[in-house]
């Protein structure tokens, strides 16, 4: 009877085993040449730290397969030999082909069967080029310590640059985007990241691009989370003390009627504020670069998905400078987003502090600027519809 206990508790832990191993997966596969014997590992790269996945011995042939559970957003993955490793991601079910050979198995290697992981694998060699041009430049005994810093600067600027128009900017949604914000390089000295949020407000731009289109394709992504919130903390961090437009008297606001704005969205296309008559509107101006803003645009996502079957609408009008990056910051956003180009509307309603938004009636009447509304915008909005 107990023989019979034992083998009936086997059973049951084998189909609990089987049915967690019945989810969809990924495939890695292969060949590593002149690595027989190695033990060749796969590892999954996460914020909380390298967790080891599987692993196996090489053989002569160098031939490697290994499967594993697909992840429900992008991930980052690495195989590793001895001391070297290849950075990969993984969006989902796919398959990815690696041939390398071990003597040069991180820095010669090719990818086949994800975008993704060829630009990670381009990003990463472009990083490794930097690291020892910059490993050289302190090693230079002939130059002044000054001139050296001054060299190493413009190779980094440089760099950025390149990451920033060829990958970050490109597409931010992808994983090799939120790999190139990401990276950092060790030099004779320290480890350093390359794009810092924490004391350049630049580099907050480019975090903040990539994690307001992470937020939303990936909403519920622990690495969404992370990545808005060092946007945001760069942005509280490089913020100037106060951030204004125009300096107008407040009371010079009208509140009986709307003055109508005529402004275009990222493919060009005009807007006019009166052709929303019908809907209740938020009329919103803000800056996607502040501080507060991906927080913002969070919560204002909440808002608009709960009451725009309602007739509820968003008309947003960015003031950011750099236009690129607002083209970037708002191309999912699924209300109406148009750029102010000559301080029109920044005038016409008298916007002194960013942000501020008018709440509009459905007879184009506005009721009320933000800084009258003393409980809750979703309540005004409630008592609007």
Same mark, same amino acid.
């Given at each position: 009877m107990?023989?019979?206990?034992?083998?009936?508790?086997?059973?049951?832990?084998?189909?609990?085993l089987?049915?967690?191993?019945?989810?969809?997966?990924?495939? #890695?596969?292969?060949?590593?040449?002149?690595?027989?014997?190695?033990?060749?590992?796969?590892?999954a790269m996460?914020?909380?730290?390298?967790?080891r996945i599987?692993?196996?011995?090489?053989?002569?042939?160098?031939a490697?397969?290994?499967?594993?559970?697909?992840?429900?957003?992008?991930?980052?993955?690495?195989?590793?030999?001895d001391?070297q490793?290849?950075?990969?991601?993984?969006?989902?079910?796919?398959?990815?082909?690696?041939?390398?050979?071990?003597?040069?198995?991180?820095?010669?290697?090719?990818?086949?069967?994800?975008?993704?992981?060829?630009?990670?694998?381009?990003?990463?060699?472009?990083?490794?080029a930097?690291?020892?041009?910059?490993?050289?430049?302190?090693?230079?005994?002939?130059?002044?310590?000054?001139?050296? #810093?001054?060299?190493?600067?413009?190779?980094?600027?440089?760099?950025?640059?390149?990451?920033k128009?060829?990958y970050?900017?490109?597409?931010?949604?992808?994983?090799?985007?939120?790999?190139?914000?990401?990276?950092s390089?060790?030099?004779?000295?320290?480890t350093?990241?390359?794009?810092?949020?924490?004391?350049?407000?630049?580099?907050?731009k480019?975090?903040?691009?990539?994690?307001?289109?992470?937020?939303?394709?990936?909403?519920?992504?622990?690495?969404?989370?992370?990545?808005c919130?060092m946007?945001?903390?760069?942005?509280?961090n490089?913020?100037?003390?106060?951030?204004?437009?125009?300096?107008?008297?407040?009371?010079?606001?009208s509140?009986?009627?709307?003055?109508?704005v005529?402004?275009?969205?990222?493919?060009?296309?005009?807007?006019?504020?009166?052709?929303?008559?019908?809907?209740? #509107?938020?009329?919103?101006?803000t800056?996607y670069?502040?501080?507060?803003?991906a927080?913002?645009?969070r919560?204002?996502?909440?808002?608009?998905?709960?009451y725009?079957?309602?007739?509820?609408?968003?008309?947003?009008?960015?003031?950011?400078?750099?236009?690129?990056f607002?083209?970037?910051?708002?191309?999912?956003?699924?209300?109406?987003?148009?750029?102010?180009?000559?301080?029109?509307?920044?005038?016409l309603?008298?916007?002194?502090?960013?942000?501020?938004?008018?709440?509009?009636?459905?007879?184009?009447?506005?009721?009320?600027?933000?800084?009258?509304i003393?409980?809750?915008l979703?309540?005004?909005?409630?008592?609007?519809?």
């Amino acid at each position: 009877m107990k023989v019979n206990n034992e083998i009936g508790v086997a059973c049951i832990m084998a189909a609990m085993l089987t049915a967690c191993d019945n989810g969809p997966k990924f495939q #890695v596969e292969g060949t590593i040449s002149e690595a027989d014997g190695k033990m060749l590992y796969l590892e999954a790269m996460t914020l909380d730290g390298v967790q080891r996945i599987d692993s196996t011995r090489l053989k002569g042939d160098g031939a490697f397969r290994f499967n594993a559970s697909a992840p429900t957003n992008p991930e980052f993955y690495a195989l590793c030999v001895d001391n070297q490793r290849i950075n990969f991601s993984i969006d989902s079910t796919e398959t990815v082909r690696f041939t390398a050979q071990l003597p040069t198995f991180s820095s010669s290697y090719t990818v086949e069967g994800s975008d993704n992981c060829q630009k990670i694998k381009e990003i990463s060699q472009l990083q490794y080029a930097l690291q020892q041009q910059v490993i050289e430049l302190e090693k230079n005994q002939l130059m002044y310590p000054g001139d050296i #810093v001054d060299s190493i600067d413009v190779l980094v600027n440089a760099y950025k640059e390149r990451m920033k128009t060829d990958y970050i900017y490109k597409e931010p949604m992808k994983a090799y985007a939120y790999y190139a914000v990401c990276q950092s390089i060790t030099d004779l000295t320290t480890t350093y990241q390359l794009f810092n949020p924490s004391t350049n407000r630049d580099d907050v731009k480019c975090y903040a691009t990539v994690a307001t289109a992470w937020d939303g394709l990936y909403p519920d992504a622990k690495r969404t989370e992370q990545i808005c919130n060092m946007a945001i903390q760069g942005m509280n961090n490089t913020a100037p003390v106060q951030q204004k437009y125009v300096n107008i008297d407040e009371s010079k606001i009208s509140e009986v009627s709307i003055l109508d704005v005529e402004l275009p969205d990222i493919n060009g296309k005009m807007h006019h504020l009166t052709d929303l008559k019908g809907k209740v #509107v938020m009329l919103d101006f803000t800056i996607y670069s502040a501080k507060e803003s991906a927080e913002r645009t969070r919560r204002l996502r909440d808002v608009y998905e709960k009451y725009k079957n309602q007739g509820f609408e968003i008309y947003q009008v960015s003031l950011d400078n750099d236009t690129h990056f607002w083209k970037v910051a708002c191309e999912k956003l699924p209300w109406i987003c148009v750029h102010e180009t000559d301080g029109q509307a920044v005038n016409l309603y008298g916007v002194v502090n960013v942000p501020t938004f008018f709440l509009i009636n459905r007879d184009n009447e506005l009721v009320k600027r933000s800084e009258q509304i003393s409980t809750s915008l979703e309540d005004e909005i409630k008592k609007l519809m």
